[in-house]
Each structure stands twice: as structure tokens, then as C-alpha cells.
């Protein structure tokens, strides 16, 4: 078992593909943008994908215990939503739709 020590010097070399970070996320994979978060009466709802909006979609909030509180039927580019009634706290937010199962972390604070 190697040794390692104050003063011991010893070197290693590696190379690194495919790599991505936080920053280096593609926002525009995403179809859907949720702002501001955190937020503590409406929460806006924007489609950047406008062909999904003839696919049935649904905007689903569920608590961090799974339990489902929300349902919103998706039928414009832009929704406003009320979470005015929704405790201080983090909720899931999952778009669901035909070709679409899209989940997004939301804060809300009163």
C-alpha cells in the first residue's frame, strides 16, 4: 500500500474525455422553464417547445413525500400558477405527456 507523506512527491497522469459539468449543462434540452425559484405566490410556466402543447401534457406538483398536490392541464405557451396555498418548502414539479417526463425542483418560500 502506497505511502503518503509531508514531502513525498510522486505523479500521476490521466486524461479525461467527455466531460461536463453544471455549467456545462444544455439548458435548451429542457422544454420547459420554471421562474422565479424560489417563489412564494405565481410561479411561471414557459413551453419552449410549442408543438408539445398539442400533446396532452400536464403540469404535476407533488410533495417531497410523493404525495401528489397539483394538477394544471398545459394548454398555452405561457401559465401562470397559483402555489400560494402550497407550506414553505421544496416540491417536485413534473411535466407528463405523451413524449414528454420532464422534472424540475421548485422552492417555495411565504
Known amino acids: 500500500m502506497p505511502v503518503f507523506a509531508p514531502g513525498a512527491t510522486d505523479s500521476i497522469a490521466f486524461t479525461v474525455t467527455n466531460t461536463s459539468s453544471i455549467f456545462g449543462i444544455n439548458h435548451l434540452k429542457f422544454k420547459f422553464k420554471f421562474f422565479p425559484n424560489p417563489v412564494s405566490k405565481n410561479l411561471n410556466l414557459v413551453c419552449n417547445d410549442a408543438p ?16 401528489q398536490l397539483l394538477k ?12 400560494s ?6 416540491y417536485l414539479c413534473r411535466i407528463a405527456g405523451n413524449e414528454i417526463n420532464e422534472k424540475h425542483w421548485i422552492e417555495i418560500i411565504q
Not at 408539445?52 to 404525495?67: H, M, R, V
Not at 394544471?72 to 397559483?82: R, V
Not at 396555498?85 to 421544496?90: D, E, F, R
Request: charged letters at 20%; hydrophobic letters at 40%.
Open 72 to 83: 394544471y392541464e398545459i394548454n398555452s405557451k405561457e401559465m401562470l400558477i397559483d402555489v
Open 85 to 90: 396555498q402550497l407550506a414553505n418548502g421544496i
Open 52 to 67: 408539445f402543447l398539442d400533446k396532452n401534457g400536464s403540469l404535476l406538483i407533488y410533495a417531497t413525500t410523493g404525495e
